[in-house]
């Protein structure tokens, strides 16, 4: 009786851990959709029109961006970052190549990070944006950015 008993203790122990990976698995896969298409609707496509109101609206507010731009240690706020968008001549206005690509996006509980390729102008960006979920809403906390050979 006592090992009848062990063994449907177990099975339950291990159906309910079970059930709880599950729910985290379409949780994390939910939670990376929603992800993407933030990258494909507000990061990809604010960077390609040049629309600091679409790209600004998928950072937190104090973002810091770091990396290295032909060698050169690049360090910016949201701010200086967003003003630099706003100057510059838009991809989509310069009819040059701009292309957007998720490489890779992994999520742990409120925080994720993804590694996004992009192909603007004549540079190829290799980028890790860090995010948190707030509000039940995906924001990038952090940008490091470098550029890199075709």
């Known amino acids: 009786m006592k090992t ?8 339950c122990v291990l159906l309910a851990s079970k059930a709880q990976i599950n729910t ?10 929603a992800i993407a298409q933030a990258l494909e609707d507000y990061y990809f496509k604010g960077i390609y029109e040049g629309n600091i109101i679409t790209l600004g609206s998928i950072f937190n507010p104090g973002t810091l961006l770091f990396g290295d731009i032909k060698g050169q ?6 701010d200086q970052y967003l003003d630099g968008v706003k100057n510059r001549q838009s991809p989509k206005d310069s009819g040059k190549p701009f292309k957007g690509t998720i490489i890779s996006i992994n999520v ?3 925080i994720a990070v ?7 102008y004549e540079f190829n960006y290799d980028e890790f944006l860090s995010f948190h979920k707030t ?8 940008k490091m950015i470098t550029d890199v050979a075709d």
């Open 4 to 11: 009848l008993l062990f063994t449907a203790f177990l099975s």
């Open 135 to 142: 509000d039940n809403r995906w924001v990038i906390v952090n």
């Open 108 to 110: 742990v509980n409120s």
């Open 73 to 78: 240690p690049y360090a910016k706020t949201l």
């Open 114 to 120: 993804a590694k996004v390729h992009v192909k603007m």
């Open 24 to 33: 985290k698995m379409e949780n994390s896969k939910a939670d990376s959709l």
